[in-house]
């Protein structure tokens, strides 16, 4: 409605903040992320959830929540070690479901913050020796969603690889190598943690009984 006013220079009485302020409020708004749980239900109070993420985020401090509508909070952390716990240690679920959470400024609309992706740990299997390189490890995990981490382990058959997720992506269920005339070779992926999805379209915030009619073929 206000981009609609046509508003002239003169109309505006402006209450005028000086920089020092200006840094001040920046200082006690900070450590600030935006949350939403990923799924199609609306039936979850929110008492349960400040509840149950308090509880596995076992803060050193206090953390502050505060709902901006049904599916739509504020957090705020007290410490550094609580922030990064809470924005970088995911994934965290609720019921199941994945809890999107993003770094936020306290400046812009919260409601405005993206909140499309959750990252989480995937394994990929019996990679051979020869193809167990780190360059070549990142092009397949790119394949699955945005390369954040990778960690070669030697005691495992498997790579583990943190990867930024779109939630309204189905996921993979395998990643491959086409080597020039040796052909095709398929590597399975398994996710760790990985919030409730649906085991015929593959996307989460769903199972497949909740997926178009529910009835789906063995």
């Not at 395998?174 to 015929?200: A, M, W």
Request: overall charge neutral; charged content about 30%; some cysteine.
């Amino acid at each position: 409605m206000l981009d609609r006013l046509d508003l002239k220079e003169e109309d505006f009485d402006d209450v005028v903040i000086d920089e020092k302020e200006f840094k001040d409020l920046r200082a006690e708004t900070k450590w600030l992320a935006v949350a939403r749980l990923y799924t199609s239900r609306e039936d979850f109070s929110n008492t349960a959830f400040y509840t149950s993420m308090r509880y596995a985020w076992n803060p050193a401090q206090e953390v502050s929540f505060r709902a901006l509508n049904d599916n739509l909070f504020v957090i705020q952390a007290r410490c550094l070690g609580d922030w990064k716990k809470i924005v970088e240690m995911g994934p965290w679920l609720f019921r199941g479901y994945g809890v999107i959470i993003k770094e936020y400024d306290g400046i812009q609309d919260p409601e405005k913050v993206v909140l499309d992706s959750i990252e989480v740990w995937i394994q990929i299997h019996k990679v051979p020796d020869l193809y167990r390189k780190e360059h070549l490890v990142r092009l397949m995990a790119s394949k699955v969603g945005v390369v954040k981490k990778i960690i070669m382990l030697t005691a495992k058959d498997f790579v583990r690889v943190r990867v930024n997720l779109k939630v309204d992506t189905p996921l993979k269920r395998f990643t491959s190598l086409n080597i020039q005339g040796q052909g095709r070779v398929v590597f399975q992926l398994k996710y760790e943690k990985i919030p409730t999805f649906c085991d015929v379209c593959g996307l989460m915030g769903h199972v497949d009984e909740e997926c178009g009619s529910g009835e789906h073929s063995p």
